[in-house]
């Protein structure tokens, strides 16, 4: 075989895997572009599990469902190219439906905790709830020591009830804030341990001049506030997390906290 030929044939063979090589490569980014929506419950929609009734994370306004979190999921879905749809769940069933396949994630004030991270995964945080203590103000409560052998109202399962429970509270269970509160004002309980957030929320449309209330950020650091996935959805996950960088990196996180909490609480401590 004369050389000339020789060279020709190995040109038109490395030719042939290059080309070989650049169709695997596209098909296989195509693939790994859209597998994280394998992961989905419904393929072309991104279901969302919350509370519905936790201002001004999730609630209804004129029996529209509304909130940080329901537009934080639908600014995820439209960055992810998919439909959303929510679905207002109890807080006492609301992780496990995770587990149960009932939605693909649970945008719900949810903390990161060494419990729940045995059996869920979880999205890079998208805000920093800050803990208080809520009180009446004729007996004032200003410090975690204070509310030892105290009735506290807190939701079953909560980072709320976790920390109350740590300080010795005495756990009363309430299903949501205004219900906590309530409680409070009626002398049934002590106190209730929840977030900043939600307590500037109700103050903008409700009287508390009744109330005490104490940030406790210099006692509990602020925790990492994430979504909340099923353990074997990690290439949702991994799309998740792409979607919120997007979000934070263009402002729109930024602009959503200062919507619904005065203030941007997106940056990390």
């Given at each position: 075989m004369k050389k000339r030929d020789f060279i020709l044939k190995i040109e038109v063979l490395v030719a042939?895997?290059?080309i070989a090589f650049g169709i695997f490569t596209v098909l296989t980014s195509k693939v790994n572009a859209s597998s994280y929506k394998d992961d989905l419950i419904n393929k072309d929609q991104l279901t969302i599990g919350l509370e519905?009734?936790?201002?001004?994370?999730?609630?209804?306004?004129?029996?529209k469902l509304t909130g940080f979190e329901v537009d934080l999921g639908k600014a995820l879905a439209k960055q992810m190219g998919v439909k959303v749809k929510?679905?207002?769940?109890?807080?006492?069933?609301l992780i496990a439906g995770v587990g149960a396949s009932k939605y693909d994630i649970v945008l719900n004030n949810i903390t990161q905790t060494p419990e729940r991270k045995k059996v869920y995964i979880?999205?890079?945080?998208?805000?920093?709830?800050?803990y208080t203590v809520i009180s009446s103000k004729k007996n004032k409560i200003n410090n975690l020591k204070e509310i030892k052998n105290k009735k506290f109202a807190e939701g079953?399962?909560?980072?709320?009830?976790?920390?109350?429970?740590?300080?010795?509270?005495k756990i009363v269970s309430s299903g949501d804030f205004a219900t906590s509160l309530s409680l409070i004002r009626q002398g049934r309980v002590q106190g209730?341990?929840?977030?900043?957030e939600a307590y500037y929320a109700y103050?903008?449309?409700?009287?508390?001049?009744?109330?005490?209330?104490?940030?406790?950020?210099?006692?509990?650091?602020?925790?990492k506030i994430s979504a909340l996935l099923n353990k074997k959805n990690k290439k949702l996950q991994k799309r998740i997390n792409k979607a919120l960088k997007t979000l934070k990196d263009n402002g729109t996180l930024k602009k959503l906290s200062e919507k619904y909490f005065?203030?941007?609480?997106?940056?990390?401590?």
């Open positions: 042939t895997i290059a519905g009734t936790y201002k001004p994370y999730s609630y209804r306004s004129n029996g929510f679905v207002p769940t109890k807080w006492d069933s979880f999205s890079n945080p998208y805000i920093y709830s800050r079953t399962g909560t980072n709320n009830e976790i920390l109350a429970k740590k300080y010795k509270a209730t341990i929840n977030a900043a103050a903008k449309t409700n009287k508390v001049s009744d109330l005490h209330f104490k940030d406790l950020s210099k006692q509990v650091k602020p925790v005065g203030s941007d609480i997106t940056k990390k401590p």
